[in-house]
Structure formats: structure tokens, C-alpha cells
């Protein structure tokens, strides 16, 4: 995906349910819940 091509709301689109998973899984001290969108790069 180039994210070049993509208009700044597709960009919102896709990114703000990650950070609300995020923010939620802060919250809930949930580690698990907190990765739960990373890739396997970014874990490690």
C-alpha cells in the first residue's frame, strides 16, 4: 500500500480504529489487546 496515493480521511480511515485499540488497551492495561495491530517486525 502506498499511502502516498491514499487522501488524508482513507489515512484516518485506517489508522484511528488502530488508536482506539491502542488507547482502550492502555486503559485496560491489556498487553495483548495493545500489540494486537502490529506486525510481526514491529513486536519485536
Request: overall charge negative; cysteine-free; aromatic content about 4%.
Amino acid at each position: 500500500m502506498n499511502f502516498r496515493d491514499l487522501s488524508e480521511q482513507d489515512i484516518l480511515d485506517i489508522t484511528n480504529p488502530m488508536m482506539d485499540n491502542l488507547m482502550q488497551a492502555s486503559t485496560d492495561v491489556t498487553h495483548h489487546a495493545h500489540v494486537r495491530d502490529f506486525t510481526g517486525r514491529l513486536k519485536r
